[in-house]
């Protein structure tokens, strides 16, 4: 069975400072991956996916994650953070069969620090 | 054009009663799904549509819930007989084909309270 681990719960980082956000999956077969931010009382918005190709994928806001298939890692980075950065993250996994649903991670709350 | 949209946006109920969340995808998506986020648990899937096929029940966590989706549109998610566990954000996401790395559209969600 599939899994999303997101060791850090909350990470916390000043502003213009870089981050990265960890996420590790476990799946037998092809997966694709995700990465969502929630910011306060709002919906989730897609940052970004990796469906196949460049293992380095662009999102907005910055946003960038490399996909590392040895080391069934996907972690998110920004070089340097804003203060509207400030949301949970959360990482996501759908395998490559039948219903396409996302098998989410326990979210990362990124606070920005001024 | 208007994004999923999810009603009421507060529900607080007591246990032992029922509620039904409703949820109104994206118009032309034909996947729906359901998810629970609770605290400290992430988000967790409960249940997907997609056209007229059957559904994937697989993550409902016992009969006491059940989903509908009528016309290939709306759908409401039922809650029997609360419990305080049930107590949780319930989120519909929507997209438009099923497959490989389809985007996955979410509405604000429900915040469920079973006192």
């Known amino acids: 069975a599939q899994s999303v681990t997101q060791l850090d719960s909350q990470v916390p980082v000043f502003e213009e400072a870089p981050v990265e956000l960890r996420c590790n999956y476990s799946?037998?077969?092809?997966?694709?991956l995700f990465w969502y931010v929630q910011y306060p009382n709002q919906g989730l918005q897609l940052l970004l996916k990796?469906?196949?190709?460049?293992?380095l994928v662009k999102g907005i806001n910055g946003f960038e994650a490399e996909f590392n298939k040895s080391q069934t890692s996907f972690h998110l980075r920004k070089p340097s953070v804003h203060i509207s950065d400030t949301a949970e993250y959360f990482c996501?996994?759908?395998?490559?069969?039948?219903?396409?649903?996302?098998?989410f991670g326990t979210g990362t709350r990124l606070k920005v620090l001024a | 054009g208007a994004g999923v949209s999810q009603s009421p946006s507060n529900k607080v109920t007591e246990k032992g009663k029922d509620v039904e969340l409703r949820c109104d995808p994206i118009?032309?998506?034909?996947?729906l799904y359901w998810y629970r986020q609770s605290l400290g648990q992430g988000l967790e899937f409960l249940i997907y549509?997609?056209?007229?096929?059957?559904?994937?029940k697989s993550g409902l966590p016992s009969d006491r819930f059940s989903a509908e989706r009528t016309g290939g549109s709306v759908s409401t998610l039922t809650i029997q007989r609360t419990q305080q566990e049930d107590s949780a954000v319930y989120l519909c996401?929507?997209?438009?084909?099923?497959?490989?790395?389809?985007?996955?559209?979410f509405g604000p969600g429900t915040r469920l309270t079973v006192l």
């Open positions: 996401a929507s997209s438009a084909l099923r497959g490989v790395g389809n985007e996955q559209f």
């Open positions: 799946s037998s077969v092809s997966v694709y």
């Open positions: 990796y469906l196949s190709g460049s293992t």
């Open positions: 996501a996994v759908s395998e490559d069969s039948g219903t396409y649903k996302y098998i």
């Open positions: 118009s032309g998506h034909t996947a």
């Open positions: 549509f997609q056209g007229n096929s059957a559904p994937d």
